[in-house]
């Protein structure tokens, strides 16, 4: 059974950061592509960041340069940055896996909040 479980989100200044983590569990995690998603209320669910099992990674614009995604094969866990937030990025950040073996799973998600 795959678990994905996130952590390190709250609220946050703008300007200021946070470091998200999401421990994985019941995957090959050093074969397995993450990613991080976010959905604020009343829009989509966009793709933040992903990283490759061969370390290669993924940015939406509106975050390159301000976050950055990575893994720890050791530890089982992908963290993702998250430095100058602005309020836009408030939003449910959810941690996903992908592996050929157990296809795509789902955290629970952790709120982000950005005050002005």
């Known amino acids: 059974q795959v678990q994905l479980v996130e952590s390190g989100g709250g609220l946050v200044q703008a300007g200021g950061s946070l470091r998200l983590s999401c421990a994985a569990s019941?995957?090959?995690?050093?074969?397995?592509?993450m990613s991080w998603y976010r959905q604020a209320p009343g829009k989509q669910r966009e793709l933040v960041a992903s990283?490759?099992?061969?370390?290669?990674?993924n940015y939406a614009y509106s975050v390159r340069g301000r976050f950055i995604i990575s893994r720890d094969n050791a530890k089982n866990t992908v963290h993702l940055q998250m430095n100058s937030l602005k309020p836009e990025d408030t939003a449910v950040y959810s941690c996903v896996s992908d592996t050929k073996i157990t296809g795509t799973s789902w955290g629970q998600g952790t709120q982000v909040t950005v005050s002005s």
């Open positions: 019941g995957i090959i995690f050093s074969l397995a592509s």
């Open positions: 990283i490759t099992a061969g370390g290669s990674t």
